[in-house]
C-alpha cells in the first residue's frame, strides 16, 4: 500500500526474504518511498469465453483465457525493453519453463504478448526487463527457485493497486468538489469515506470551508483505509513476529479479493525482492493504475538502466474463481420511492465504487405479467450507493410497491446484491383527511393531515405561488403540513404537492375562515369536575367562570363546523358539589379582554362506570413468532377484547344503553350496542366484547377508555386499556454479516434489544418500511421489543 509511513509498526509483514537471510534488515519505522515515479504503460485486454474487456473492467483470470499484452511505449524510447510474462502456481510449486513468455518489443510486430493461461496457474507476473538474454535467464532462474516470494508479490502489488484505487477515488471526489460546490464537502466527506472505507479526519471538517479540501488531501501518506476485517487483523498482527504474521496474511480473510480489505499494516513490497539483488539485476516493485484497457505503471524508485539493471515487477488479476462483492443493506434502511435520483444505499464494497470491476448495474423488477424490467442505476460514492435513473413513467402499473434486486456483472460473472422495495409514485391522490380539516382559521399556523400517497415520494410541498411549507411524514400513506394562514388570507386557498423525479404536483384545496365568536351552551353535570363549552371560534377563549367557581380551557374539538372546548375545574370538589338543577350564569373571557355571558344548568348526574377486568390474547398465525406483552392493560390490536365494569351506584342497567370505546385523544371512537358485543351480567355489572380491529380500525392506537350513553346522556370517560399495534414478526436470521429479524409492518417497532435491560438496542427509524433489521446475535432464547405505540410497555419475543 501507499500509506507506508502511517503503518511502520511492523517490521515486514511479508518475511520471507527475512526467512532466507538475504536481505538487510530494514529499520522498524523507516518510511518506504511513495509510488509517485510514472512508468510505461501496457494495454490488455481478456477473452473469456468469446467475450473481450479491458482489464480495467477483470477482477479475476480463469484458466483457458486469453491475454492480449502490448507494451505502450513512445516512439523515441531510446532503451530497448524486454516483456516478459510468468504464470506461477503456487509458493512450493515451481512453474514449468514453457509458462514463461517474451516479446522484444523494439522489433515490428513484437510489443504484444498473446497467452492463454494454462491450467494449474494461479498467478501471472510481468516483468519489464532490459535487452539481455542472460537477463531473460536469471528471471527465469529466480521465479522458478523461489515461487512463492513472486506469488505473495503478485498478491501485495494487486492489493496494493486496488487501495491505490480506493484512496484516488476518494482524493479525486474531494478535489471535484473543492473546485465545484466547497460547501458540501462537510456533508459529504463523512458519506464518501464509509463507501470507500477510508478513515476520515474529522479535524479537517472543523477547518473554514476553503480549508476542508486542503486538509483532507494535503497528504495521501496519512489516509487510512479501514473496515471491520481490516481493524481487527492490524491489531492482531501489531507487534507478531514475522513468521505469524506471515501465516495470517496468508490466510483466506487476509487473502486479496476475499472481502477486499487492506490490511493496516506495513505492505513494503520492495523488501520482497531483497534475496535477488545482485550486481547484475535490480528488482523494483509497480502499482497499476488503470484506465479501460490502459495500465499506467507507478514507481516508487526510478528505474536504473546501467548495472545493476531495473527488472520492473507488474501483477495482473489473480487466476481464480470470482468472489462477487458482498453488497448489503445499512442497518436501517429509510423509506425509498421509486423516482429518478433514489440512491439505494448499499455497504461492505468499496471497489464496486473505486472500480468498474461492477458493470451493467441495474435494478430488475420482477412483474407479474410480462418479463423482468431493468432500470440503469450508477454507483455513486458521495451519496453512498446506486442512484436510479429511470424517469417516474418507467414505473407505471407496477403497483404501490415495487420490489427490485440489483444485479449486474462483476467481471465475466453475473451478481445479485440486496433486494429493495420501493413506493410507486404514480396516482399520487393527496387530500385532507376530511372536509372540516380543509377549512383553516385565519390568523395561525394549522397543521393539516393529508392521506392518499406514499410520503417517500414527496419531494417538496409549497403554496400555489411557491412559498414552501414545513412538512413531516405520517405513519402509512398519510402527512402532516403546517399552513399559516394571515389574516387577511383570500377566502381559498391552494396548495400543491410536488412528487419526486419532477412529476406534476398534485394540488389540494383549502379554505379560509374568519370563525366569528359564538356560544352556544356549557354543559355541566352534577358530581363531574369538568364542562364542555360548544360553539364557533373557541380557540379565543381564555377563561371560564361559574358563579366565582374557576374552569380551566383544554383541548378543542372540532367536528361538523362546531367546537368542543373541554374545561376542567380549578377546584373540582366544588364544581362537583353542585347539585342538579342548579342555575348559574357563565362568564366566558376572550383574548382580546372581553367577556360574554352565558346561562347554565346543572345537568343530571351522568353515567358513569369503573373497570373491573379485561382479557385480550394475540394469536401468531403459523410459521410467525408469538409477541408477549406483561403488562395486561396493554392491549394488542386484533387481539379479541373482553372487559367488564361496574356501574357507579347512582346508574341502574337496563341492558339497553350503548357502549362507547375511544381514543384519549378523540382521534378515533366506536359504539358497541346491545347484543352486538354488549349484554348486562345484572343492573350493575356490565360485559363488551368487541373486535377493536373492525371497530376502530387499522390505524388504531394509543389510550383508550369507555363509557356508557344511555337516554341520551354521554357518560363520564372511565379508563380502559393501552392499544398498541403489533407487527408480524417471520423470525431471526443468523449468518456471517449477522443476524437480521425479519417480518412486516416493523415501523410498528420503536427499537429491538437481545437484553432485558435494553441496553445496546437497535432504534428503528420513522416510517421505517424495510422487511428486516440488523442486531447482535442474542445471548439467549429471547429478544426485547419497545412498541412504538407505548414504548413503556415490556414485549417479549421468545425464539424457536
Known amino acids: 500500500m501507499l500509506m507506508m509511513s502511517q503503518l511502520s509498526r511492523l517490521p515486514l509483514l511479508l518475511g520471507l526474504s527475512l526467512a532466507i537471510g538475504l536481505a538487510a534488515p530494514m529499520p522498524a519505522h523507516a518510511a518506504a518511498s511513495p509510488f509517485d515515479l510514472a512508468g510505461p504503460g501496457l494495454q490488455i485486454a481478456v477473452t473469456h469465453n468469446g467475450r473481450t474487456l479491458p482489464i480495467a473492467r477483470v477482477p479475476n483470470l480463469s484458466e483457458g483465457d486469453r491475454l492480449s499484452i502490448k507494451l505502450d511505449l513512445p516512439e523515441e524510447q531510446g532503451a530497448r525493453m524486454l516483456l516478459i510474462a510468468a504464470f506461477l502456481r503456487g509458493a512450493t510449486n515451481p512453474p514449468p519453463k514453457d509458462w514463461f513468455f517474451k516479446s522484444k518489443t523494439w522489433k515490428k510486430g513484437g510489443t504484444e504478448l498473446s497467452l492463454t493461461v494454462p491450467a494449474g496457474a494461479r498467478q501471472i507476473v510481468l516483468f519489464l526487463a532490459p535487452d539481455d ?48 460546490h466547497p460547501d458540501r464537502i462537510a456533508a459529504a466527506s463523512p458519506v464518501l469515506t ?92 509497480a502499482l497499476s493504475r488503470i484506465d479501460d484497457d490502459r495500465v499506467t505503471l507507478l514507481l516508487n524508485a526510478a528505474p536504473n538502466f546501467g548495472r545493476p539493471t531495473s527488472v ?9 474463481p470470482p468472489r462477487v462483492p458482498p453488497l448489503r443493506h445499512p442497518a436501517t434502511l429509510e423509506a425509498l420511492c421509486a423516482a429518478p435520483g433514489t440512491v439505494l444505499p448499499v455497504d461492505g464494497a468499496p471497489l464496486v465504487y473505486a472500480t468498474r470491476y461492477a458493470q451493467n448495474m441495474r435494478l430488475r423488477v420482477v412483474r407479474e405479467n410480462g418479463p423482468s424490467l431493468d432500470l440503469p442505476v450508477t454507483a455513486d460514492p458521495m451519496r453512498g450507493g446506486y442512484v436510479l435513473a429511470a424517469p417516474v413513467a418507467t414505473y407505471h402499473g407496477l403497483g404501490a410497491t415495487i420490489t427490485g434486486t440489483l444485479h449486474g456483472d462483476w467481471g465475466f460473472a453475473q451478481f445479485d446484491g440486496p433486494t429493495f422495495s420501493l413506493a410507486n409514485p404514480e396516482g399520487a391522490a393527496w387530500a385532507t383527511v376530511s372536509r372540516d380539516a380543509a377549512v383553516l382559521p385565519v390568523g395561525r399556523d394549522n397543521a393539516v393531515e393529508l392521506i392518499g400517497g406514499a410520503p417517500a415520494c414527496v419531494d417538496r410541498i409549497t403554496m400555489a405561488d411557491g412559498a414552501p411549507l414545513a412538512w413531516k411524514p405520517g405513519a402509512g400513506n398519510r402527512l402532516s403540513v403546517t399552513v399559516p394562514v394571515a389574516p387577511a388570507a383570500p377566502d381559498a386557498l391552494t396548495l400543491l404537492v410536488h412528487p419526486k423525479g419532477g412529476g406534476a404536483p398534485v394540488s389540494v384545496a383549502l379554505a379560509t375562515t374568519t370563525e366569528q365568536l359564538r356560544l352556544d351552551r356549557l354543559t355541566l353535570h352534577a358530581n363531574d369536575s369538568s364542562a364542555e363549552l360548544t360553539g364557533t371560534g373557541l380557540d379565543k377563549v381564555t377563561a371560564v367562570s361559574l358563579g366565582g367557581l374557576a374552569l380551566q380551557p383544554g383541548a378543542i374539538l372540532r367536528a361538523d363546523g362546531t367546537d368542543r372546548l373541554s374545561l376542567a375545574a380549578v377546584d373540582p370538589q366544588k364544581v362537583a358539589a353542585l347539585d342538579p338543577g342548579h342555575r348559574e ?206 414504548p413503556a410497555a415490556a414485549a417479549t419475543v421468545t425464539l424457536r
Open 312 to 320: 520492473m515487477v507488474v501483477a495482473l488479476p489473480s487466476i481464480e
Open 194 to 285: 464509509r463507501s470507500l472505507s477510508i478513515k476520515l479526519n474529522a479535524q479537517c471538517l472543523d477547518q473554514p470551508t476553503d480549508l476542508q479540501a486542503a486538509c483532507l488531501t494535503q497528504n495521501r501518506e496519512t489516509l487510512l483505509l479501514a473496515d471491520t476485517h481490516t481493524s481487527a487483523l492490524a491489531e492482531t498482527l501489531a507487534g507478531a513476529p514475522t513468521d505469524l504474521a506471515y501465516r495470517i496474511s496468508s490466510t483466506r480473510q487476509a487473502g486479496y479479493g476475499y472481502y477486499s480489505p487492506y490490511i493496516g499494516v506495513v505492505r513494503d513490497i520492495a523488501r520482497l525482492f531483497g534475496a535477488f539483488q545482485s550486481t547484475q539485476l535490480q528488482y523494483i516493485p
Open 585 to 790: 350564569t357563565a362568564t366566558v373571557t376572550l383574548a382580546d379582554g372581553r367577556e360574554r355571558s352565558l346561562p347554565v344548568v346543572v345537568a343530571a348526574p351522568r353515567p358513569a362506570a369503573t373497570l373491573i377486568g379485561l382479557t385480550a390474547t394475540p394469536v401468531a398465525a403459523a410459521g410467525q413468532l408469538p409477541i408477549a406483552i406483561a403488562d395486561t392493560k396493554v392491549v394488542p390490536l386484533g387481539a379479541p377484547l373482553t372487559f367488564s365494569f361496574r356501574a357507579a351506584p347512582a346508574t341502574r342497567l337496563t341492558g339497553r344503553e350503548t357502549i362507547e370505546i375511544a381514543t384519549v385523544d378523540g382521534r378515533l371512537s366506536a359504539r358497541i350496542a346491545p347484543g352486538a358485543g354488549y349484554a348486562v351480567q345484572n343492573a350493575g355489572v356490565g360485559v363488551v366484547k368487541a373486535d377493536l380491529a373492525a371497530t376502530l380500525g387499522a390505524s388504531a392506537y394509543g389510550p383508550l377508555r369507555f363509557r356508557i350513553l344511555q337516554d341520551g346522556v354521554s357518560g363520564a370517560w372511565a379508563p380502559l386499556a393501552t392499544l398498541v399495534r403489533l407487527p408480524t414478526l417471520d423470525g431471526l436470521r443468523c449468518d456471517d454479516q449477522g443476524c437480521h429479524l425479519t417480518g412486516s409492518d416493523l415501523y410498528l417497532l420503536a427499537s429491538v434489544a437481545t437484553t432485558a435491560d435494553g441496553a445496546a438496542a437497535t432504534e428503528v427509524p420513522d416510517g421505517f418500511t424495510g422487511t428486516m433489521i440488523a442486531i447482535p446475535q442474542p445471548a439467549t432464547g429471547q429478544i426485547f421489543l419497545r412498541l412504538r405505540d407505548d
Open 133 to 180: 538474454n542472460s537477463d531473460y535467464d536469471a528471471v527465469v532462474e529466480a521465479v522458478r527457485e523461489r515461487p512463492g516470494t513472486f506469488v505473495r508479490a503478485s498478491q501485495e502489488l494487486n492489493q496494493a493497486s486496488l487501495d491505490r484505487a480506493r484512496l484516488d477515488r476518494f482524493l479525486g471526489q474531494i478535489r471535484w468538489l473543492e473546485a465545484t
